[in-house]
């Protein structure tokens, strides 16, 4: 079994109606914004594309089968405590993070005055430095659900050794 892998992750949630008042929360962090994202856990889109990457790299399949949404018990969870499940799984099986790097995909809200709140956050709980979890965003020119603002969507590619 080699010693280093990567992986790949990707999720996807609409935003809450006007009307619904729900925190949006973003890599374990509530943002200031007007909406929240609809999901049975915190719906942390940011959280769920990193946990599929690491959960994809080290070959335990991904979220849904961990965490499924038809269970009761994951009805609000916190995605940063579904996290630190995720990487006690990594460690029994002697995986650490090398790196992370993690994107928003979405036209609002702007994360770079939460980019470093976000690192410091998440970097504790894979193990690394905070230099080696990036976190970053990009818009979609305004194009598809995203640019429409209906929701967000992020993609995340993780590092992973053998300890």
Request: aromatic letters at 4%; one cysteine or more; charged letters at 25%.
């Amino acid at each position: 079994m080699t010693g280093i892998r990567v992986g790949q992750g990707f999720d996807v949630h609409r935003f809450t109606s006007p009307e619904e008042h729900r925190p949006l929360l973003l890599m374990g962090c509530e943002i200031p914004h007007d909406r929240g994202l609809v999901g049975h856990s915190d719906a942390d889109v940011m959280l769920h594309a990193l946990m599929d990457a690491l959960l994809g790299a080290a070959g335990l399949g991904d979220i849904g089968q961990h965490f499924p949404d038809t269970d009761p018990a994951f009805k609000g969870a916190d995605s940063a405590q579904l996290l630190q499940r995720v990487m006690g799984d990594l460690a029994e099986r002697g995986w650490q993070v090398v790196n992370a790097d993690v994107c928003l995909i979405g036209e609002r809200p702007k994360i770079g005055p939460h980019r470093q709140r976000m690192r410091d956050r998440v970097a504790p709980i894979l193990g690394v430095p905070s230099e080696s979890l990036n976190v970053k965003a990009t818009t979609t020119e305004k194009l598809g659900f995203t640019g429409r603002g209906e929701g967000l969507a992020a993609q995340a590619v993780v590092l992973i050794q053998r300890g």
